[in-house]
């Protein structure tokens, strides 16, 4: 599947610009979830090679999907808002509802920068990778690095 090329700056100037509207009806906890994973994608702009910090920004965000309908479910009281309080609720249920197309593309930049989502660590069943690593357990001999065409053994040169 070809996703459309959507620059990583546009998600978070739409993501801050819609944060900012929703701050005028919702404070508290909700601009301090939502702005500091923003400031995690603004260092995921700074390093383009990063893919530890595309990776907290992917997950970030899904964590602020779930934190928002939280938040919003709490504190939404629609009787009681004034125009203005009505247009900030708007604004981060709006924010909300693109939160998942933007995880979408954040995911696929995340896999463009090389990073992998291990979804089999074990206890889904033995994994496939293969590391340079010899794990301790492994019923593989281990090779010995002092082996040259000479043959198995390693005697020490003098100088």
């Known amino acids: ?69 939280v938040h919003i479910s709490v504190f939404y009281r629609q009787a009681s808002f004034t125009d203005t309080q009505r247009f900030g609720a708007g604004m981060a249920i709006l924010s909300l509802l693109l939160k998942p197309l933007s995880c979408c593309f954040v995911y696929h930049m995340y896999r463009e920068r090389g990073g992998e989502l291990p979804l089999c660590t074990g206890f889904l069943g033995p994994s496939q990778e293969r590391s340079g690593y010899q794990t301790i357990d492994s019923p593989e001999a281990p090779t010995d690095p002092f082996v040259g065409s000479e043959g198995r053994s390693h005697s020490p040169q003098g100088y």
């Open 1 to 69: 599947m070809e996703l459309p090329a959507v620059n990583l700056k546009m998600i978070l100037l739409v993501h801050w610009l819609l944060t900012t509207w929703g701050c005028i009806t919702f404070s508290g906890p909700y601009p301090w979830a939502n702005f500091t994973i923003l400031a995690v994608g603004v260092w995921a702009v700074a390093q383009r090679d990063s893919v530890d910090a595309m990776s907290l920004f992917l997950g970030g965000l899904a964590a602020t999907i779930f934190l928002d309908i």
